[in-house]
Nanobody, 128 residues
């Protein structure tokens, strides 16, 4: 059974930092794009960041550019999201995703529907 397991969420004051981790089990995604989406109640998932297999292509949502950094360790089948200078509007459930269809590609998709593997989510709460 393929699983993406997120960790590192929590509560922090505005201006603080958190580092999310996502470990894959059941298969390796070392050759596939991975990324992060976030969702608040009643809204559609919002793209945050993604990374291709070689970590060369790393698109970010405009709202997090300069504050968030995505990285990956293919040997550990893990992807990370370093979040700095957090703002109250960053409060959401953060989901790790993997695109099992594209392998060894520079292309990274930012549409939620293109990702076929999702983690269970981890809550991030930023207070003002």
């Amino acid at each position: 059974q393929v699983q993406l397991v997120e960790s590192g969420g929590g509560s922090v004051q505005a201006g603080g930092s958190l580092r999310l981790s996502c470990a894959a089990s059941g298969r390796t995604f070392s050759s596939n794009p991975m990324g992060w989406f976030r969702q608040v109640a009643g809204k559609e998932p919002e793209f945050v960041a993604a990374i291709n297999w070689s970590a060369v292509n790393k698109p970010y949502a405009d709202s997090v550019k300069g504050r968030f950094t995505i990285s990956r360790d293919n040997a550990k089948s893990t992807v990370y999201l370093q979040m700095n200078n957090l703002k109250p509007e960053d409060t959401a459930v953060y989901y790790c995703v993997a695109d099992g269809k594209r392998a060894y590609s520079w292309t990274v998709i930012t549409a939620a529907g293109e990702y076929d593997y999702w983690g269970q989510g981890t809550q991030v709460t930023v207070s003002s």
